[in-house]
């Protein structure tokens, strides 16, 4: 059963253009979810994340939305460069009963093109 | 450089044996969290260990076991080993147990032939 999707394996997009990953959960238990972004060969790095209590986060060209009543949220990078180009992944937490284990997404891999 | 190192990088070894992965979390951090990613899935979440107890498992099966030392680090025991258990291993850690960002490892990249 996998409670976290990403139904958009791969996109494509123009560098200096908004990039916008999508992330659908279906365990209402989540209360915290995350962006990481993953390089080959290399572990995920945290991005960026939000709380259940907030619809809206940004930190630089990084936004994510949060829709809870959709189960949904998404990744806004604007604008897209280049050292973009990564496997980005959705996670998340079902705090504290959950035991903070990080439910993963199978990825989205964006490419990011001059 | 998220502060998380894994050992070894590498590993090949032959089905039927055993294998120890070792992680050691950013300084200060408590919590240690095993996640194995197989070439067609996600990253699957195995174990977690808080100041040296178990908290949660996951989708950890029997012939793999894991445990935290007193300084910290943990190594991810696999034994009996099978051609599916060929995955990434990530470690990562976090300050507490109250859930947020985990930081992760450069990953062992295990290969059974």
């Known amino acids: 059963d996998q409670q976290v999707k990403q139904n958009s394996p791969s996109l494509s997009v123009q560098e200096g253009r908004i990039s916008i990953l999508n992330c659908d959960y279906t365990?209402?238990?989540?209360?915290?979810f995350l962006w990481y972004k993953k390089y080959p060969a290399e572990g995920p790095t945290f991005l960026i994340s939000?709380?259940?209590?907030?619809d809206k986060n940004e930190d630089g060209r990084f936004t994510v939305f949060l829709n809870k009543s959709a189960k949904h949220l998404s990744l806004h990078i604007v604008p897209s460069q280049p050292g973009d180009s990564a496997v980005y992944f959705c996670?998340?937490?079902?705090?504290?009963?959950?035991?903070?284990?990080?439910?993963f997404g199978t990825g989205t891999q964006l490419k990011v093109e001059l | 450089d998220s502060g998380v190192t894994q050992t070894p990088k590498h590993l090949i070894t032959a089905t039927g044996q055993r294998v120890t992965l070792r992680c050691s979390p950013r300084?200060?951090?408590?919590?240690v969290y095993w996640y194995q990613q197989s070439l067609d899935q996600g990253l699957q979440f195995l174990i977690h260990y808080y100041n040296g107890e178990e908290r949660a498992k996951g989708n950890i099966l029997e012939r793999f076991s894991a445990q935290q030392f007193p300084d910290l680090h943990s190594e991810l025991n696999l034994s009996s080993l099978e051609l599916g258990d060929s995955a990434l291993y990530f470690c990562?850690?976090?300050?507490?147990?109250?859930?947020?960002?985990?930081?992760f490892g450069p990953g062992t990249r295990l290969t059974v032939t």
């Open positions: 996670a998340a937490s079902a705090g504290l009963g959950g035991g903070n284990k990080l439910t």
């Open positions: 990562a850690s976090s300050p507490g147990t109250g859930g947020g960002e985990q930081y």
């Open positions: 300084s200060g951090d408590l919590s």
């Open positions: 365990n209402s238990m989540f209360d915290y």
């Open positions: 939000i709380s259940s209590i907030k």
